[in-house]
């Protein structure tokens, strides 16, 4: 394969043979224009935060040890980092604001969304301590709402209700010692960019701790938040069945492509293209074919099945089809060079977002009580589209692969109570500690241009798999462990070590889906990593051990983004050990270096940062680590 | 034969040629690794700046050379094959009589063992680390004919766009 270097998805490297002789530019491309990267960056030791600089750091030792104001290596790593996690955490907590806003806007009735999971909103209630007898479900979701906002609102020293109210105790004793309990979101991500300004905070552990705030903020007042409300609002997902790559795109079908994080105007998408399918076959299409890419995309696979398209890196060979009638944006991983690919098609660039606009794309602004206006304007825009498409330039790969995704922790709960109905956890926690399964990894976050796409991803995965370790996954990871067909009960006879398939048999076969579950279970987006922490909370909370205890660890293979930062750190403070695919830009400073990745953090968090760009190597890391903590806990 | 030339012009003092030096110069050769060697690995090229520009500067294997005359002891001497003043561990013996004869001070100490150390134009690469990393193309490895055939192009565009080719016609 000519682009075997580029990725290891045979759809992708088709649609790059394409672009390459039609000479449209892609992100491999500019991969190669931006070599050789710049050291001091690599190494995080540029400082841009005051007009004095930039200012950089000899990392061999010698002179400039210092910035013009005297700040050191260590110093100017991780005030950088903390800007990046703050900025991860704030893509999160903005996306969850307009979550309750929603949530707001259903309990007031007459509104375009509504409270379609009453389970989830009763279950989120009692978690707030908020009393749920002789309530109106909109009562209810009023008070929910109130309840979220009122962490924006917090004024007080108090730590954030939605992080005490689900966050294990453990853990909050624990980062209440610390002094990294987050207040209000809003706040904290304020106080860090004056934290970080030039002449403030000079302590880099101080810094650190910082940021281990930060993490909370993104994973309780972000992640958590978000896939509550949006569970409530849209369903919590259970097990469906879709497909995932390029082949999904239909040759006769108007193709609508949603694209970004958040769910709020891609569901009424979904719905609106339902209902306006008559039109497009109208006009000659035999149907509405969406797809996504990113987490909207994983949005709407996991409640509504909508298949993938592609994941992050491959995002503009979508549009090289030639078949995309409309890509519909909204926020986060958009690549600014959509546009110029889609100048040289049919294919309309829909912006939808205010702090989200492309030169020359076409935007149709979101605002939620009009998003059902919006949306049907989106998909009759895209329909007038098909028209205009040239078939004669149409090339859509036939690679796709089946997958079930859908497994939320309420999902999982079901199956397994299919085997247990009073213990569903028993026989999860029965096969982890006799062995059969050797313990849990999540793999997160999205595609980087440094590493060969998904190739990481991948790896990783078959080799844990074959020692019997379980998958959990989401976001970018989730689509290209998809695409590789991994998401099947078929992975689990190819792939999975002999006690860990027989396990899944068994609880496939209790679940009534006569095939083995599979071996990698699809959490959702990257804000349902949330959904992550739920499980790890409900398994310590079942064995009366600490989170940081148990047999798993994280994994973030080709992660490039500030949120998977954002994330990792959560997951690093929730006691978790944290594989990192990418080196991060924090080599230049070498006490933070030592923190985030050694003894320190571990004896303060329980979790810590492990750094391998080999994945079969990482694979082998990761399970050393697993069997030290089964050891530990003499299982 | 092949020199590493700048375009002053260019050059915007990122120091990503110092880095890539150091790197190339390390042992492991990676720079995530290399900058946490002991000793730390030195660079060979230095990033100067005055009157608002910046230059690399690094040896300049002179035909000529001063370095090659003054050292004692023949650790430094020119190879005619390659062209390049090669520096000599074994027989060096840190007098620095380089040092002082050098008009770009592109000799330098390796920090640790009182040796004397300068590019080597990097013996193990088809083109010199310093090149491979100048993110402007601001170092260039070229025959200095043709570096000298590209600044005459550059000297008679400019001076044709502001009108002078014309003037001098008329």
């Known amino acids: 394969m000519k682009f075997r270097d580029y990725t290891i998805d045979p759809a992708a490297a088709s649609m790059l043979g394409r672009c390459s002789d039609q000479s449209i530019e892609t992100a491999w491309d500019r991969f190669h224009g931006q070599q050789p990267q710049c050291g001091f960056g690599l190494l995080g030791i540029c400082c841009r935060n005051c007009v004095q600089g930039p200012c950089r750091i000899n990392p061999f030792g010698e002179e400039p ?21 703050a900025g991860g955490a704030a893509t999160h907590v903005d996306h969850a604001y307009e979550a309750i806003e929603a949530l707001e806007l259903a309990a007031s009735g007459n509104a375009p969304y509504q409270v379609r999971d009453e389970a989830k909103l009763l279950a989120v209630a009692k978690k707030l301590g908020i009393e749920v007898e002789g309530k109106t479900s909109a009562e209810l979701a009023g008070e929910v709402a109130g309840a979220a906002y009122s962490d924006f609102a917090n004024h007080s020293t108090k730590p954030m209700r939605w992080l005490t109210a689900t966050a294990p105790a453990e853990r909050v004793a624990t980062w209440g010692k610390l002094g990294v309990l987050p ?209 004669s330039r149409v090339y859509i790969p036939r690679e ?54 998904d190739s990481a991803h991948v790896t990783l995965v078959k080799e844990l798999i074959k020692e019997n370790v379980l998958i959990v996954t989401t976001g970018c990871s989730a689509q290209a462990l998809a695409k590789a067909g991994l998401l099947l009960p078929e992975a689990t006879e190819k792939y999975a070590g002999e006690t860990l398939k027989a396990v899944l048999t068994a609880v496939g076969k209790a679940a009534g889906l006569n095939a083995p579950l599979p071996p990698v279970l699809h959490m959702g987006s990257c804000v349902d990593n949330s959904r992550i922490g739920d499980l790890l909370k409900a398994l310590a909370d079942y064995l009366k051990v600490a989170v940081k205890d148990l047999p798993v660890a994280a994994s973030a293979p080709e992660y490039q983004h500030e949120k998977a930062l954002a994330i990792g750190t959560w997951a690093v403070a929730l006691g978790v050990f944290t594989h990192l695919g990418v080196v991060p830009p924090v080599l230049g400073g070498p006490q933070v270096a030592s923190i985030l990745t050694g003894q320190v953090a571990e004896d303060l968090l329980g979790g810590k940062f492990y750094v391998e760009t080999e994945p079969v190597k990482a694979a082998q890391g990761i399970l050393v680590h697993i069997r030290s903590k089964r050891q530990k806990l003499g299982i | 034969m092949k020199q590493v030339l700048v375009d002053i012009k260019i050059c915007l003092g990122c120091r990503s040629c110092e880095l890539a030096c150091a790197v190339e110069h390390s042992h492991t050769k990676n720079l995530f690794e290399a900058v946490q060697e002991n000793p730390r ?130």
């Not at chain 1, 040890?65 to 996690?85: E, F, M, P, Q």
């Not at chain 2, 390659?82 to 004869?101: A, D, F, L, Q, S």
């Open chain 1, 183 to 391: 207040r209000n979101p809003d706040r904290e991500i304020r106080e860090v960019l004056h934290q970080t300004t030039m002449g403030v905070d000079s302590d880099p552990v101080n810094l650190i701790l910082s940021t281990v705030k930060l993490g909370l903020v993104d994973g309780y007042a972000g992640l958590h938040l978000a896939t509550d409300i949006q569970d409530i609002i849209f369903g919590t997902p259970g097990p469906v069945f879709s497909e995932a790559n390029l082949g999904v795109l239909k040759e006769d079908h108007v193709n609508v492509i949603v694209h970004g994080h958040v769910p709020l105007l891609s569901e009424k998408i979904v719905e609106w293209a339902r209902k306006l399918t008559p039109e497009a076959e109208k006009l000659g299409a035999k149907g509405i074919q969406l797809a996504g890419i990113c987490c909207t995309g994983n949005e709407v696979l996991m409640r509504q099945g909508v298949p993938i398209a592609t994941n992050f890196l491959s995002q503009e060979l979508a549009l090289a089809t030639g078949a995309v009638d409309a890509m519909v944006v909204d926020v986060q991983c958009i690549m600014p060079a959509l546009q110029t690919v889609a100048d040289c098609f049919h294919t309309k660039i829909i912006t939808t977002m205010p702090i989200a606009k492309i030169p020359g794309a076409q935007h149709i602004g979101f605002t939620l009580e009009e998003v059902d206006a919006r949306a049907e304007e989106i998909v009759r825009t895209a329909i007038a589209n098909f028209v205009k498409r040239d078939m």
């Open chain 1, 400 to 453: 796709k692969s089946a997958m079930v995704a859908g497994f939320s922790v309420e999902a999982v709960v079901k199956a397994l109570a299919c085997l247990d109905a009073d213990n569903p956890l028993k026989p999860l926690v029965d096969n982890i500690a006799n062995g059969n399964i050797l313990g849990a990894v999540a793999t997160v976050g999205c595609n980087n241009a440094k590493v060969t796409q």
């Open chain 1, 65 to 85: 040890s210092k910035g013009i104001c005297g700040a050191g290596a260590d110093l100017i790593v991780a005030r950088n980092l903390l800007r990046g996690v």
């Open chain 2, 41 to 170: 690995p030195r660079n060979r090229v230095f990033v100067e700046s005055a009157g608002g520009k910046s230059f690399p500067i690094q040896c300049r294997h002179c035909d000529d050379s001063p370095c090659t005359r003054a050292c004692m002891s023949g650790a430094i001497s020119k190879d005619s094959s390659t062209g390049v003043v090669g520096h000599n561990p074994e027989k060096c013996v840190g007098c620095w009589m380089c040092v002082i004869v050098c008009p770009f001070g592109a000799i330098t100490t390796d920090g640790e063992k009182h040796l004397a150390v300068k590019c080597d134009r990097c013996p193990d690469r088809d083109k010199p680390a310093c090149v491979t990393a100048c993110p402007t193309k601001a170092l260039v490895y070229q025959e200095v004919d043709r570096f000298a055939k590209g600044v005459r192009q550059q000297y008679l565009t400019s001076f044709s766009k502001e009108g002078g080719v014309t003037r001098e016609i008329s």
